[in-house]
């Protein structure tokens, strides 16, 4: 079956720390997908990345970065130099090949950055 | 591209109502999916369709929910009766099949007194 869990319910930082939040995922099938989405105190959900199982290299976008790691199934998030407005909740997120572009997602993890 | 419309934003409906949300997906999208946001159980799948054809409602909690995509471009989530228990916001989010993740829409926010 598959799970995703995000153990950090909620997380605060001060202004311009660095951040990673967790996300470990559980899959039995090889050929996987992998989803960052943010929820801002506005509502909607915006797309951040999405990573195959089949490359492991590691993304960065800006402040963003991403560390997959198939050997202990995580798919880390680091904010580096957070700000205020990086402020919202963040969920991780996995689809496989075989569910018809059916994503399940983690229960989120709620980030505060503090000025 | 104006993105996946959702409609109402805001729903407030008193208990025994019968409510329906609207869902406008991105043209050329064949995937769309219905899930419901709450504190408790986070983000659920509700049901989703591929070429307009139900795949899985298996998310759908009970036989008062319902939906239906009559068409490419449309789709629509109905609670009859609605209850208190069914308050939470209600996303769509459409793709196209096989290219794996969503768009959002903008959620309704369902509100059951």
């Known amino acids: 079956a598959q799970k995703v869990t995000q153990a950090q319910t909620e997380i605060s930082v001060v202004e311009k720390e660095d951040v990673t939040l967790d996300c470990v995922y559980e899959?039995?099938?090889?050929?996987?997908?992998l989803f960052w989405y943010k929820q801002p105190p506005s509502g909607e959900l915006v797309f951040l990345i999405r990573?195959?199982?089949?490359?492991?290299q590691n993304e960065i976008s800006g402040r963003y970065s991403w560390n997959f790691q198939k050997s202990t199934s995580s798919f880390n998030f680091t904010i580096t130099a957070s700000q205020v407005v990086d402020s919202a909740v963040y969920f991780c997120?996995?689809?496989?090949?075989?569910?018809?572009?059916?994503?399940?997602f983690g229960k989120g993890t709620r980030l505060h950055i503090l000025p | 591209d104006a993105g996946v419309i959702q409609s109402p934003r805001h729903e407030v409906t008193e208990m025994g109502q019968e409510v329906t949300l609207r869902c406008k997906p991105i043209?050329?999208?064949?995937?769309l999916f219905w899930y419901r946001q709450t504190m408790m159980r986070g983000l659920e799948l509700l049901i989703y369709f591929n070429n307009n054809v139900p795949i899985d409602d298996s998310g759908m909690p009970e036989d008062r929910f319902s939906a239906k995509m009559p068409n490419a471009s449309f789709s629509t989530l109905k609670i009859q009766p609605s209850e208190p228990r069914d308050s939470a916001v209600y996303f769509c989010a459409s793709t196209e099949q096989g290219v794996y993740g969503y768009t959002f829409g903008s959620g309704t926010r369902l509100t059951v007194v």
């Open positions: 899959t039995r099938d090889t050929t996987y997908y």
């Open positions: 997120a996995l689809s496989d090949e075989n569910r018809d572009d059916k994503i399940i």
């Open positions: 990573r195959n199982s089949f490359d492991e």
């Open positions: 043209s050329g999208h064949n995937s």
